[in-house]
């Protein structure tokens, strides 16, 4: 395509320049009900999976329809969701932190227009394009990352593996048959982005293999102090080797001490780690940010390897929709998942879900690793 200026001139590039307005003010963009009764609401209803109400001390009411989103979308999509808000909606529409998409009206009957009109709409391939649900005890949106879309140090996908664990979880985002509220988050490495570490599930991108060295490009594209620093078992150290006849300074890495988290690479191109066989993911359980009856939990890896499996993940999708069966039997109501498990016990929790425990699971890393073994003579057999 052609180059077609936005009026921008690269001669002078401070010229004209707006900077550090922030975003929009979010009052701009309230639905009437909303800004008229903001600050005075006076109780909700979840009136089935996907649709609540909001009433506030004047009688005003606000209902709102729930539906799921891919968080990938295109501006087609983004489109087709301003024509729904215009529709039903006067205009208006917003998302919710687990990515969802909420319409809001203010009457029941324009929520059920809505809801025809939602479910009526399906991609070509017959998935559905607004999915309502994602309220109560349930299964709502993962908050998820990159993946191979976008980034350069994931050890497994984002949104493939997350559309494979939706499908099979999918009658959990349209029901309230659970326990509690069940978080499901995927990150595709180990920095976590998102909220992996603090969810019900957690799945994350793992490296079996330390990095490979570029000797050539070491300390040409790297800092490598940076480098040595950024190893949290300090297996990374500065040194030198002979290249075509020539001493050049490099790193040297400790493969004993290596864990694979990949955080050298991040600091330095020259360590490249990913590897299509030793790649895959974690599957940890028992996290929450709530501070519901119990304090928020951080999540812990209870399975310490599952292959990528492209494009649809059986395995892993399988041991969820598992673990969440077996805490929808168990668990009392209000527990969330880690609530039951710390009740019951974990050996209780790999006897009843039948998950292999390995040496992977106990914790090595420093001085705390120490506070996770059991120092009692309280267990089960
Ligand atoms: C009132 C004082 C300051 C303000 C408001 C300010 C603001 C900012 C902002 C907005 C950024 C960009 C962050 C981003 O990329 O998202 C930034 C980056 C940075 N600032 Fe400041 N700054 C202040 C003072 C300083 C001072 C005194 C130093 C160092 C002596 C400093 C060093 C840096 C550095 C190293 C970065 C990162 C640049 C990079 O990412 O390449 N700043 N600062
Ligand atoms: C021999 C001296 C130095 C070398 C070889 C060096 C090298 C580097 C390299 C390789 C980077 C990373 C660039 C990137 O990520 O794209 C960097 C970033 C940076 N360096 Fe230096 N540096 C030196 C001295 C300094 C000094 C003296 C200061 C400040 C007083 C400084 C401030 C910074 C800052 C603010 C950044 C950006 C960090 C960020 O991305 O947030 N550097 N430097
Ligand atoms: S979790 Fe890791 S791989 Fe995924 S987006 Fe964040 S930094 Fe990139
Ligand atoms: S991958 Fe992690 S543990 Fe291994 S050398 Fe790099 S920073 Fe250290």
């Not at 300074?249 to 299509?276: F, H, Q």
């Not at 969330?336 to 425990?357: A, C, N, Q, V, Y």
Request: neutral net charge; aromatic residues 8%; hydrophobic residues 35%.
């Amino acid at each position: 395509m052609a180059f077609i200026s936005s009026g921008y001139n690269p001669a002078k590039p401070m010229e004209g320049r707006i900077t550090d307005i922030g975003p929009r003010e979010f009052t701009e963009f309230l639905p009437p009900v909303i800004k008229a009764n903001k600050g005075k609401w006076a109780y909700h209803e979840i009136l089935e999976p996907g649709v609540l109400v909001h009433v506030g001390e004047s009688g005003d009411k606000v209902f709102t329809v729930r539906v799921g989103a891919a968080r990938l979308m295109s501006v087609t999509h983004i489109r087709e969701i301003c024509e729904i808000a215009d529709k039903h909606c006067d205009g208006y529409l917003r998302f919710t932190t687990r990515n969802n998409v909420e319409f809001m009206t203010d009457s029941e009957d324009k929520v059920a227009a809505l809801k025809a009109d939602l479910a009526a709409r399906k991609f070509d391939g017959g998935s559905s394009k607004f999915p309502v649900g994602g309220t109560g005890a349930g299964v709502s949106n993962i908050v998820h990352t990159q993946g191979w879309v976008h980034c350069h140090t994931p050890a497994t996908d984002a949104s493939g593996p997350v559309k494979a664990v939706m499908d099979t979880v999918f009658s959990d985002f349209q029901n309230h048959r659970l326990p509690a509220p069940v978080r499901i988050s995927l990150a595709c490495c180990l920095n976590m982005c998102g909220a992996v570490h603090c969810s019900d599930i957690g799945i994350v991108g793992i490296h079996r293999k330390p990095p490979m060295i570029d000797h050539e490009w070491t300390d040409q594209l790297c800092e490598i102090p940076l480098a040595v620093a950024s190893c949290p078992t300090a297996a990374v150290r500065p040194s030198k080797v002979e290249l075509e006849g020539k001493k050049i300074n490099t790193i040297a890495i400790k493969n004993e001490r290596c864990m694979y988290c990949g955080n050298c690479y991040t600091m330095c191109p020259a360590l490249p780690i990913s590897d299509g066989e030793g790649d895959g993911v974690v599957i940890m359980v028992g996290g929450k940010v709530s501070n519901r009856i119990s304090q928020p939990k951080f999540s812990k890896v209870v399975v310490a390897y599952i292959p990528n499996e492209t494009p649809r993940w059986p395995t892993l999708t399988e041991k969820i929709k598992h673990i969440i069966d077996i805490y929808a039997d168990h668990a009392m109501k209000y527990e969330r998942l880690g609530d039951w498990i710390e009740r019951i016990g974990w050996e209780k929790f790999f006897e009843l879900t039948g998950l292999e425990f390995t040496q992977h699971l106990i914790d090595d890393f420093r001085d705390h690793a120490y506070y996770t073994w059991r120092q009692t003579t309280q267990f089960k057999f």
